[in-house]
């Protein structure tokens, strides 16, 4: 693990596909900008995934946010 992730609040760039692997390696301690070649269809396909009517839809159990601010800690 980069020596940067020991530091709280660690805010690393970096890009990963759907499953979790890095399309690009995270960068640490430097500002950057990252270009990727990102495959359409398997966003498409992990989509189709996505169980929106199951426990995703369950606010007690799932709660999803995007662009909130900053996180605290």
Sequence with gaps: M????????CDPTWSERPRGKYVVEPVF?????????????????EKMTLDV???YSRPDIFDF???????RI
């Excluded at 980069?2 to 609040?9: G, H, Q, R, S």
């Excluded at 946010?65 to 996180?71: H, P």
């Design 65 to 71: 946010r995007i662009g909130q601010g900053k996180d």
């Design 53 to 55: 009517s199951g426990h």
């Design 29 to 45: 301690e430097q500002e950057t900008i990252i270009i990727a070649e990102l495959d359409l269809n398997a966003v498409d396909c």
């Design 2 to 9: 980069a020596e940067a992730c020991k530091i709280l609040a």
